[in-house]
Nanobody, 115 residues
Framework: QVQLVESGGGLVQAGGSLRLSCARSGSIFSRNDMGWYRQAPGKQRELVAVIRADGRTDYLDSVKGRFTISTDNAKNILYLQMNSLKPEDTAVYYC?????????WGQGTQVTVSS
């Protein structure tokens, strides 16, 4: 049984920083897509950042240069470093690990950026 648990969300002022963590328990195959998504009230869930199975990274245009996705494979943790936060970054942030055989999501962590 694979579980993903996010942490690190909270309330921060505009211009501030947060680092989200997604801790995985349980075994998975190698070569997964590992990503962060977010969903703001009344909006669809959107991809924020992803590390593809081939190692490439992709970012939502509005977070490029501000957010960085990374992994600590020894600890089975996926990170999202978020700098220069803006009120429009306010959302519930979810981590996801997926490949053809499975698709795992965390429960989400709230990020609120005040102006």
């Amino acid at each position: 049984q694979v579980q993903l648990v996010e942490s690190g969300g909270g309330l921060v002022q505009a211009g501030g920083s947060l680092r989200l963590s997604c801790a995985r328990s349980g075994s998975i195959f190698s070569r997964n897509d590992m990503g962060w998504y977010r969903q703001a009230p009344g909006k669809q869930r959107e991809l924020v950042a992803v590390i593809r199975a081939d190692g490439r990274t992709d970012y939502l245009d509005s977070v490029k240069g501000r957010f960085t996705i990374s992994t600590d494979n020894a600890k089975n943790i996926l990170y999202l470093q978020m700098n220069s936060l803006k009120p429009e970054d306010t959302a519930v942030y979810y981590c996801r690990i997926n490949r053809h055989e499975y698709d795992y999501w965390g429960q989400g962590t709230q990020v609120t950026v005040s102006s």
